[in-house]
């Protein structure tokens, strides 16, 4: 991905190592964990993905500080996401403000999606007009967020020393309900500065019937409206996030688990041969 990341001067082109899920809840384990990839992978192109928990927040920060490239996974909720954009923003001020270059600097912050509409759907009535909605309005909502984030007098002094906006990603977003559109999570969030994941046939999808239009911030009255009405409907969009949060480390920790017991199954194998 090298020829990406010089062709784009530092834009695109990266490849992102992730923290054991185990540390999830340990921010100081996971500063020295995140480093230590850092140092080890010693390459600019490099990412380190660490969760979005509140225990994550702190490690962010001083991971931003310390000037390692940070991509946080497993944002859910439009508030934890304003949180982890704070600390983006704190980290590279304390650089800057101890002297040091910011300009090689690059985060993304990563919201899941298709979790969100499957949580929510199941708590919404079947005519309900937020039903398949509720994902790409927090999105729309979060683009919002960033673009408010990266703007104004303090950011634009960051921006001057060559910080880079934490970009958007959107991740989950190969469609999970057979009634929706294949390309739902796509199309519908396309826009300046976005990043979108797709699973190989999400992309397949696109290329063959998507269409490629400006449509993150179409309408941004309506993604408020759609969130409003869910929350009418009986969505806690905040309990729903905070399960999910809680769902998505105890999913990432038990394939973790089952690899390291995979690979120890494997050496054991071969330490009996004869």
């Known amino acids: 991905m090298s020829p990406a990341y010089e062709y784009s001067q530092g834009d695109d082109g990266f490849i992102s190592f992730e923290c054991t899920p185990d540390l999830a809840d340990d921010t100081e384990a996971t500063i020295d964990q995140a480093t230590s990839l850092w140092q080890r992978l010693a390459q600019p192109n490099v990412m380190i ?8 927040l702190p490690a962010i920060e001083e991971l931003t500080r310390r000037g390692v490239n940070i991509n946080i996974t497993l944002l859910f909720s439009i508030e934890r996401y304003e949180q982890v954009i704070d600390a983006y923003l704190r980290g590279l001020s304390a650089r800057a403000a101890a002297g040091e270059p910011v300009d090689k600097i690059a985060s993304v912050a990563s919201f899941f999606l298709s979790r969100i509409d499957t949580k929510a759907d199941a708590l919404l009535d079947a005519g309900a007009p937020a039903r398949g909605r509720v994902a790409l309005a927090s999105a729309r909502v979060a683009y919002q967020r960033y ?3 990266f703007a104004g007098p303090a950011w634009e002094r960051l921006r001057d020393l060559g910080a880079r906006p934490q970009r958007p990603l959107w ?3 190969g469609t999970k309900n057979p009634d929706y559109s294949d390309v739902l999570y796509v199309s519908e969030l396309i826009g300046p500065g976005v990043i979108n994941t797709m699973p190989e046939h999400t992309l397949r999808a696109f290329a063959d019937h998507g269409t490629v239009a400006r449509t993150v911030d179409a309408n941004p009255d309506d993604a408020q409206r759609i969130l409003a009405a869910a929350a009418a409907s009986g969505v806690d969009l905040a309990a729903v996030t905070a399960q999910l949060e809680r769902e ?8 973790y688990h089952q690899l390291l017991a995979c690979i120890e199954h494997k050496l ?3 330490s009996a041969r004869p």
């Open 49 to 56: 993905k660490v969760p979005g928990t509140a225990a994550g």
């Open 248 to 255: 998505g480390v105890s999913s990432f920790c038990d394939s």
């Open 171 to 173: 991740a989950s977003t």
């Open 268 to 270: 054991a194998a071969v």
């Open 147 to 149: 673009r408010a984030k």
